[in-house]
Each structure stands twice: as structure tokens, then as C-alpha cells.
């Protein structure tokens, strides 16, 4: 009786652990966080430590999984996820399956033009632009800072916007700073 009482103790501590990091994670990029092609997720089968790990959502948009194979992720919220894992595994592998996803790394967001160092680098929450120039190596001389822009990873359009020091950087983002001429 008392190992049932700690089991419960135990499934009960981790549901709410799994729980709180997706509220922040969800919460680390602002909302609703959709995952895309890049993601690492961590996928937790309770009670099935076999069907757990860690994944990246390949260059398809789609996560292989054991047992399932393969579905699709991009554009799937991460209880979208969780939900789509556990339909394909009931019930011909699992009765009730419960599955907890947490998105261990976000897609890195780019900078281009007129910094120091252009290239892809790793998203952390609450990125601002100042905070993506800091990484790439500050502003060139030639940096026209007041004509910003950012091309947003879920913009079906990808149409540039202005851009602030203060503007959010999102997983997926593409920042431009332009060349001024003297």
C-alpha cells in the first residue's frame, strides 16, 4: 500500500513538473508557441519510459516517435502534440495513454546585414533585437539603426516590419539591419 501511495505521489509530481514547462514554455515565447522544423521536444509517455526521449522536428515539419513513426508537428501547438501522440497510440499499443511534451530548444532566429558577426543564433526567451545584435557583435559603423526590420517565422507572407531595439525576436525570425549611406 505504501509503494501505491508513493507511485501516485511520484506521477502526480511529475504531471505537474511536465505541466509547468509547457505553461512556460508556451509562455517564454509569448502565447500559443507553434512548433516547426529546428524544435527539440522532449516527449514523456507516463509509465513508459521506452516510448520517451527526446526528438527534433526534422526538416519536414514531422517527428518520429517508436511505434508511431511518423507524424506531423509543424505548426502544432504543443498540446496539439501531445494530443495527435497519444490518439496514435491508443488504443492498439496503450489504454489511455497520458504524454506530456516540452520544447527543450527552440529553432534559432537569423541577423543579417550590418553586424559585426551575421549568421543563426540560438533563441532564448524574451529576446529583444538589442539582445540578437549584442550576440552578433554589436552594429557596424555603417548600421542604419532606425530602419530595423524583422521577418517573422509564422508570416505565410514573410513580409519585412519595422523593428525597434525593443521589438520581441521570435524562434524562426529573420532580423535585417540595413546599410546606411553617409
Known amino acids: 500500500m505504501h509503494k501505491h501511495r508513493n507511485y501516485h505521489y511520484v506521477l502526480n509530481s511529475m504531471i505537474f513538473i511536465i505541466g509547468s514547462l509547457c505553461f512556460f514554455s508556451a509562455n517564454a515565447t509569448g502565447g ?73 530548444e527552440y529553432r534559432p532566429f537569423y541577423i543579417l546585414g550590418e553586424v559585426k558577426s551575421p549568421g543563426s543564433y540560438p533563441y532564448s526567451s524574451n529576446m529583444t533585437v538589442v539582445a540578437a545584435v549584442a550576440l552578433a557583435g554589436g552594429y557596424t559603423y555603417r548600421a542604419k539603426k532606425s530602419e530595423i526590420t524583422i521577418i517573422r517565422a509564422n508570416d505565410p507572407k514573410h513580409q519585412k516590419a519595422p523593428a525597434d531595439d525593443s521589438a520581441r525576436v521570435m524562434p524562426g525570425d529573420v532580423i535585417e539591419v540595413p546599410e546606411r549611406f553617409f
Open 32 to 104: 500559443e508557441y507553434l512548433l516547426a522544423a529546428g524544435d527539440r521536444v522532449k516527449v514523456v509517455v507516463f509509465g513508459h519510459p521506452d516510448l520517451s526521449g527526446d526528438y527534433e522536428v526534422d526538416g519536414e515539419g514531422r517527428l518520429s516517435l517508436p511505434l508511431i513513426k511518423s507524424l506531423p508537428a509543424a505548426g502544432l501547438t504543443v498540446e496539439q502534440i501531445e494530443d495527435a501522440i497519444a490518439d496514435k497510440l491508443s488504443p492498439d499499443y496503450l489504454k489511455n495513454p497520458r504524454v506530456g511534451v516540452v520544447v527543450l
